[in-house]
């Protein structure tokens, strides 16, 4: 199992940057998806998440900023980051919760980091 992280990079404060995470390889199902974000020195840190039924939430610090879907056709998750800060630079993780198999059980699976950096 894969999760492939694409979408960051440079943004003017104000701007907007859309992550994507698609999750590949052999697996029953996705439960949820979930991006988070990490500075060096500090620990990792919930930006957003979304069920498998669609049902969200957000850090407080990204609410009204930040949108969270997620497309089950294509096991794919993105974060639609609108109204970008300087404090929004760091690195996002995608995370996914999968069962391998039918009735198994259910593991967390964590994408390579993407580096957003947003400029003043």
């Known amino acids: 199992v894969q999760l492939q992280a694409s979408g960051g990079g440079l943004a003017q404060a104000g701007g907007s940057l859309r992550l994507s995470c698609a999750a590949s390889?052999?697996?029953?199902?996705?439960?949820?998806m979930a991006w988070y974000r990490q500075t060096p020195g500090k620990q990792r840190e919930l930006v957003a998440a979304?069920?498998?039924?669609?049902?969200?939430n957000y850090a407080d610090s990204v609410k009204g900023r930040f949108t969270i879907s997620r497309d089950n056709t294509k096991n794919t998750v993105y974060l639609q980051m609108n109204s970008l800060k300087p404090e929004d630079t760091t690195v996002y993780y995608c995370?996914?919760?999968?069962?391998?198999?039918?009735?198994?059980?259910?593991?967390?699976?964590w994408g390579q980091g993407t580096n957003v950096t947003v400029s003043s």
């Open positions: 995370n996914a919760d999968l069962r391998i198999v039918r009735n198994g059980r259910i593991r967390s699976y």
């Open positions: 390889g052999n697996f029953f199902s996705i439960n949820a």
């Open positions: 979304i069920t498998s039924g669609g049902g969200t």
